[in-house]
């Protein structure tokens, strides 16, 4: 049974996870503490793909101290060899006594495999302190490993009376100076970008990160700040090539739904890439991109967008979180609503969310919902 003192040093692994929030994509944010005799020893946390993972790290730190140690992790030790050794064989180097993992890695090369491992070794391993808290750190890397899938937050942006723009059509700036590092903050902690082309001709928008370090804990270093990929969803290759954000550091894809010889190859030269995805209804198959999207090791996608779009990946189920800012004002009812829904005409077919937080930024209150079943 799990002490007092167990859960006070898994929360500050789970604290120090924190810190790779912003860096370490695509992989796991992870933290470590090696406690002996009641005093910490060592910890760590996995700052960047490529550099030691977070035992690693706190080894690192302890020395000779870590023989006899418990090691709390907030994820299972990985057993693979991948850019960097197995962590458990680390572990097992130093003479750790005890390993307590928050959750076990649902990466099928190690889902449990590194605490057998450590205990054929003779290592004490625990499993699930905490579990739901780790879990929280990584929902894009967690889903991507289970289901193929990206985890998908949609954000919004809506006055109190839930008008996303003006009848005219003009939407800068809806929420505050506050609200919007925020959604900076979300791209930060986000490997993709989806908007639609709808939004790119009436906005231009950049769609990078525009924050100093400073702002973004854990980051040690401008160039550690990776910008996330723009995805523009574009059915008919519609998108201007002297867009801005083809003229910014990082990647831009554009997917279309029928071929346009010459528009894509115009927007190719402009350094995009572009793709065919085509669903039954000569759409862009949203569920395709998503599936192609984890296939390049994007864990966490956010969706800023429009009305249309939003809607048509809500209804299929394709949303995981939403995050809707609320600026304190009203914008008339001739203006865009949040969510373009058709075919809800009863009561009973209304979209039902479960509010997992609500807390002011700046003047503007953030709403964080799911979907509830």
């Known amino acids: 049974m799990s002490s007092a003192e167990d859960y006070q040093y898994m929360a500050r692994a789970i604290r120090l996870a924190r810190k790779g929030l912003y860096s370490c994509q695509p992989n796991p944010r992870v933290g470590c503490v090696l406690v002996k005799d009641g005093t910490i020893v060592g910890e760590g946390y996995h700052y960047r793909a490529g550099e030691p993972h977070a035992e690693r790290e706190a080894l690192a730190v302890a020395g000779e101290r870590a023989q006899g140690a418990t090691a709390y992790v907030s994820l299972e030790p990985c057993c693979h060899q991948g850019r960097t050794p197995p962590c458990t064989d680390g572990l097992v180097e130093a003479g750790v006594s005890r390993v307590v993992a928050a959750m076990t890695d ?148 554009v997917v279309c739904a029928s071929g346009n010889a010459e528009a894509g190859a115009v927007l190719q030269q402009r350094g995009a890439k572009v793709v065919t995805m085509q669903d039954d209804q000569g759409r862009v198959d949203l569920l395709a991109l998503l599936e192609y999207l984890a296939s390049q090791e994007v864990n966490e996608v956010l969706l800023e967008t429009g009305p249309t779009l939003a809607g048509s990946a809500l209804q299929q189920g394709l949303v995981d979180e939403l995050v809707i800012y609320m600026a304190p004002h009203l914008m008339g009812h001739e203006g865009n609503g949040l969510f373009s829904l058709p075919g809800l005409e009863k009561m009973q077919d209304r979209v039902g969310l479960e509010i997992l937080d609500v807390r002011p930024v700046g003047e503007d209150w953030r709403i964080t919902a799911t979907v509830s079943g």
Not at 179 to 189: N, T
């Open 106 to 253: 649902p990466n099928p090369l190690v889902a449990g495999k590194g605490l057998e491992r450590l205990e054929l070794a003779g290592i004490r391993v625990e499993s699930g302190l905490l579990e739901t808290e780790a879990q929280r750190l990584n929902p894009g890397f967690v889903k991507r490993m289970r289901t193929g899938l990206p985890y998908v937050r949609c954000k919004m942006a809506m006055s109190l009376d839930g008008r996303t723009a003006m009848a005219s059509g003009e939407a800068k700036w809806i929420t505050s100076d506050a609200a919007r590092r925020d959604v900076h903050r979300l791209r930060a902690r986000s490997s993709a970008i989806i908007t639609g082309v709808d939004t790119v001709i009436a906005d231009d928008p950049s769609l990078n990160i525009r924050l100093n370090i400073s702002d973004l804990e854990g980051v040690r270093a401008e160039a550690d700040l990776l910008q996330p990929l723009r995805v523009v969803l574009d059915s008919k290759l519609r998108m201007p090539p002297q867009s801005a954000m083809l003229d910014l550091p990082g990647s831009t894809l």
